[in-house]
């Protein structure tokens, strides 16, 4: 009896008596290759998702320009209902959320207002917001 003791204890491989796999002395893990197939697969997730998560944030940015640009109209709009003249009005001079500064240019009666920042917002230039409501650049509204 204690010779088939010890004959089963040099088995490398012992069969696991609920499941009737084979294992090595107990020990289980990963290989190699299945850790590297896993990584590969996180990798190709990561290079699908990073794209789409700068654009994410560059829109939200640009939210905040179109957000300072909308109130810093409805301030120049409540001002000349009571002065009937743009250039006595004042403005904010940053967006909501800090990440714009607000420029304000009056010509004649009307305005043009400047959204510009530091920040990659996915816009080559600033985006502006006239009096007579044209929105530029298009591809940033």
């Known amino acids: ?3 088939l003791i010890q004959e089963q204890s040099r088995v490398p491989y012992v069969t696991h008596p609920s499941t009737g ?3 090595h002395n107990g020990q289980r893990g990963f290989t190699l290759i299945e850790l590297m197939i896993v990584l590969v697969i996180i990798g ?16 939200s940015v ?5 957000a300072g640009l909308l109130q810093a109209a409805s301030e120049l709009e409540r001002c000349y209902t009571r002065t009937y003249a743009y250039s006595d009005c004042a403005i904010s001079e940053f ?5 714009y500064e607000i420029e304000e240019s009056i010509s004649g009666s009307g305005y043009l207002l400047t959204a510009s920042t530091t920040q990659n917002d996915g816009c080559e230039g ?5 009096s007579s409501g044209a929105r530029l650049p298009n591809d940033c509204w």
């Open 95 to 99: 967006s909501p959320e800090n990440n």
């Open 1 to 3: 009896m204690s010779q």
């Open 21 to 23: 796999r084979f294992s």
């Open 44 to 59: 190709i997730v990561a290079s699908i998702a990073y794209p789409s998560y700068t654009r994410y944030v560059q829109k």
């Open 62 to 66: 640009r939210t905040d320009a179109h």
């Open 126 to 130: 600033d985006i502006t917001l006239s």
